[in-house]
């Protein structure tokens, strides 16, 4: 549920927003920025898949040593279409997973398998500071450890898990409590029109796949826009609550 990696000590962490299939533009723009993947790390905020172009693609860059991701709603989507393709088939369907549903049964599996290996959760550090990296929302007053989870109750996780994929209430009633424990969080799931920060939570979804741009950050540059934006009135404008 929470993989915690060691700090990178030879290149640069980069923080890229929901890809959705838009592996071009991705590819594209860490070249445009001089990513060397033998030193740099892509951190990713989960939704590699749907809507775009390239789902496979992107989902294969899970195998990549230098890339990173949490789970987003559309790879819980798939696999859930995998392991019953009745009633969340059609679901997913209509979420741009139609993709997913017309490729051959082995192909499905392992694309299915794959996007099972992707964790709820990120712990990057970072110039001395304790990233987290959540897709949807985290509602917790602070940050989970290892060790709160082992001993976490069932049910518990599970309100959990469905915050982390699904949950968007932070940013839908403009909440800026802190989350202890992290520095700083970064989210993607709902798209906004430019990166935002309430409390100490990042959004970081501009929609590739519609009509905005594909966000790539820089930790430099992610901590430097988050101690500027902190200092403002939040800046939210949300274009659609997509999922």
């Not at 996007?115 to 917790?140: K, M, S, W, Y």
């Amino acid at each position: 549920m929470l993989k915690v990696l060691d700090d990178n000590t030879r290149g640069q962490d980069y923080f890229v927003g929901d890809l959705h299939g838009c592996y071009e533009e991705l590819m594209h723009t860490l070249d445009h920025l001089g990513f060397d993947p033998a030193r740099d790390r892509l951190i990713s905020v989960g939704d590699l898949v749907d809507r775009g172009p390239d789902s496979g693609k992107c989902l294969e860059l899970v195998k990549a040593p230098w890339f990173h991701a949490v789970r987003g709603n559309h790879e819980q989507m798939m696999i859930d279409c995998h392991l019953d393709p009745g009633d969340a088939a059609y679901d997913y369907v209509m979420s741009g997973g139609d993709w997913f549903v017309h490729s051959a049964p082995d192909v499905q599996r392992a694309l299915a398998e794959l996007a099972d290996t992707l964790p709820l959760f990120l712990q990057v550090p970072l110039g001395g500071r304790r990233i987290g990296v959540v897709h949807g929302d985290f509602l917790e007053t602070a940050w989970i450890t290892l060790k709160q989870l082992k001993r976490m109750a069932a049910d518990k996780q599970q309100d959990l898990r469905q915050t982390a994929l699904w949950g968007r209430s932070r940013i839908s009633r403009g909440t800026a409590q802190p989350v202890k424990g992290v520095d700083l969080v970064v989210c993607g799931h709902t798209v906004v029109e430019a990166v935002c920060v309430l409390g100490n939570v990042l959004y970081i979804d501009t929609s590739a796949c519609f009509d905005g741009s594909l966000t790539v950050l820089r930790g430099d540059q992610l901590l430097a826009l988050y101690d500027l934006e902190k200092k403002r009135e939040p800046r939210i404008g949300v274009y659609g609550l997509w999922c």
